[in-house]
């Protein structure tokens, strides 16, 4: 994590000087509007994957895992929400984000489960879409679809701990 300068750095500036760090801080009904569709996003997101990580898991195991696969679609367009919404929040305040270790944890986090996603669908998806009700995934699948839960809960703890540990401003 860079530390705090005492100015704003080059790449802040121009960050502040964009359309869209414009838009976030001329339209105050911006902000609340996308923690609200940030929420939605993250909900899909944990909803659907979450929940095909704990079949894999072996929870519910007497559900299919392929019906729970066509889930997946509402996850990645969560995860597309908080893409955009994200994008949007370091727009208007990149310092809040950028000198903030929790928003650096929670970009590790996200290149961990991005990793996993990757790992996941190249070596274990093949033998866990033919899953049906009541069989058991393989030991490497289970370590994947832990990894993942994991890595998204650990994602919403940080997004959360933003708001605890913001520092000062250059307002």
Same mark, same amino acid.
């Given at each position: 994590m860079p530390p705090f300068p005492s100015t704003p750095d080059p790449w802040e500036l121009w960050v502040r000087g964009t359309w869209l760090s414009d838009f976030v801080l001329t339209y105050g009904w911006l902000w609340p509007l996308g923690e609200t569709l940030h929420y939605l996003g993250l909900s899909m997101l944990l909803g659907t994957v979450g929940l095909f990580d704990l079949r894999v898991l072996g929870v519910a195991k007497a559900i299919p895992v392929a019906a729970?696969?066509?889930l997946i679609p509402f996850g990645v367009a969560g995860f597309?929400?908080?893409m955009l919404t994200g994008i949007t929040f370091f727009s208007g305040?990149?310092?809040?984000?950028?000198? $903030?270790?929790?928003?650096?944890?929670?970009? /590790? =986090?996200?290149?961990?489960?991005? &990793? $996993?996603?990757?790992?996941?669908?190249?070596? /274990? =998806?093949?033998?866990?879409?033919? &899953?049906g009700p009541g069989e058991d995934a393989s030991l490497p699948a289970k370590l994947m679809a832990g990894t993942s839960l994991f890595a998204w809960i650990m994602v919403l703890i940080c997004g959360r701990l933003l708001t605890f540990n913001r520092p000062p401003f250059f307002h």
């Open positions: 729970l696969h066509r597309a929400v908080n305040f990149p310092e809040q984000y950028a000198y $903030n270790i929790a928003f650096w944890w929670k970009g /590790a =986090f996200l290149a961990l489960a991005g &990793l $996993n996603v990757l790992l996941f669908y190249s070596a /274990a =998806f093949k033998s866990v879409r033919q &899953l």
